[in-house]
Nanobody, 126 residues
Framework: QVQLVESGGGLVQAGGSLRLSCAAS????????MAWFRQAPGNEHEIVAA????????YYADSLKGRFTISRDNAKNTVFLQMNSLKPEDTAVYYC???????????????????WGQGTQVTVSS
């Protein structure tokens, strides 16, 4: 059974940092694109960052460039999201996603991902 388990969320003051982790089990995702999405109350899921299989290609939402960094450790079947200079508007549930089939590209649309974690809450206080 494939599982994606996020961790690292929590409550942080504005300007602080958090590092989210997403550990995959049940199969290897070393050749598969992965991504982070988030959903704030009343909003739809939005792409945060995406990464290709070999980490050569990454994507960030425009509003997050320079503050967030996505990375992956294929040996550990884990993807990370380093979040710096956090703002109250970053408050959301953050989800990890993985694509079923291998690809050298990254993907930014929710429907392109097949596996999802349960989410981890990130709350940024002002």
């Amino acid at each position: 059974q494939v599982q994606l388990v996020e961790s690292g969320g929590g409550l942080v003051q504005a300007g602080g940092s958090l590092r989210l982790s997403c550990a995959a089990s049940g199969r290897t995702f070393s050749s598969n694109p992965m991504a982070w999405f988030r959903q704030a109350p009343g909003n739809e899921h939005e792409i945060v960052a995406a990464i290709s299989r070999n980490t050569c290609s990454t994507y960030y939402a425009d509003s997050l460039k320079g503050r967030f960094t996505i990375s992956r450790d294929n040996a550990k079947n884990t993807v990370f999201l380093q979040m710096n200079s956090l703002k109250p508007e970053d408050t959301a549930v953050y989800y990890c996603a993985a694509k079923r089939f291998p690809s050298y590209d990254y993907y930014t649309r929710r429907e392109e991902y097949n596996y999802w974690g349960q989410g981890t809450q990130v709350t940024v206080s002002s």
